[in-house]
């Protein structure tokens, strides 16, 4: 059963192997993290924005087809919320950015008033048109229309959604579906409407397997792309982009984000004593002992070689020389000859003055990393300048 459940995981679900964490994350959108569900959110945003701009130019050129094959007065009436129908596209495909507090929720309702636009067409056009059945030609367009909310649900499957996220918003589009048949006084029997009923759900049901696979191809992705294969700390590039927002949202609420430089004290000596492959087994060490250390909101950044951030939110920097010391003493590791590892820190955050972008923050972290240094290695500098030493007390 094990090599059944991995062979699907691995060759079907994804390229990549299914833990049942990671299945559990892929029926609701709980466990997504802060940084995937922004990935995830400007990936259905750019969808719905180009499938608007396509139905855009396409739903008021499909006015050729109603003018061509109902009467005048039925067609001019369909060619007007077609009209209307096209302004709701043109507003979703309307360039815009994405959100910095809630990007995800921003992209959802854009999807959701996406899916409810060809239903709500359905809807209003299904009495005037419930009598244009005098030709097979108007009987078969009528007929295309009523598909209208099967096809939304089918359109569902390009979008990276978890299984409950694509139950809920296919919801109102069966709901509309549902109150278009009872106010043309339609009864919603079994007997009539089994066939449809069942194509809905097959749609459906594709749906939710296309989202959850595209759900757990991305996360691999961007985990891959994210973190750094060798330490498992955040890559410089996307550890940017999530010290970028964390600072914005920081200094929106003005609360205090505190920004840690390490460099490891002596790098170089154990690469030339030891060799790379233990200087790496160090740098691993490091970082998993910073990253166990740390709490859950923080994040840590490998900037590059042997340098690191540890960026701190909510904390001022008198706040962060507790848990630098508490880092040195059981979560540094130790070097190939059996002594600590130490490093040099330099500290600052966003109460001093001056600091108007995250980009000046590392760089005040980064110059007192270096006079930490110049002083004598093993400790942190801070806004006020002064080293404090790192070592335990004997």
Known sequence: MAKLW???SQHIVAPAQLSPGQLLGLLTPVER???LQRHAASVILARVQLIAALFA???????????????SDVAWRLVALRLLSTGLFVALAWPRELSTTRPYTQALLALLALLLIPPLFHMLSANMLATANATDMQRL???LYGYLPTIVLGGLAIFPLTALETIALALPVIVTGAITLLLN???LSLEQYGGTIWFMTMMLGVSIFSGMSQCHYMATLVLKAMHDQLTGAYTRQSGEEALSLLFRLNTMSDRPLSVAFLDLDHFKAI???????AGDQCLRH???GVRQGLRRSDLLIRWGGEEFIAVLPDTPSSNALPLLQRLREQYLGLRPDGTPLTTSIGLADTLEEGITD???LVQRADQRMYAAKNQGRDGVVGPDGQKISLTPAA
Do not use: M
């Open 358 to 360: 995250w980009e000046t």
């Open 6 to 8: 991995q062979s699907i």
């Open 57 to 71: 130019i396409l739903v008021p050129l499909f006015s050729v087809v109603d003018l061509l094959v109902f009467d």
């Open 185 to 187: 006084g339609q009864t």
């Open 286 to 288: 490091l970082a998993e």
């Open 271 to 277: 690469n030339d004593k030891y060799g790379h492959d």
């Open 33 to 35: 993290s802060p940084h």
């Open 141 to 143: 367009v009528v007929q």
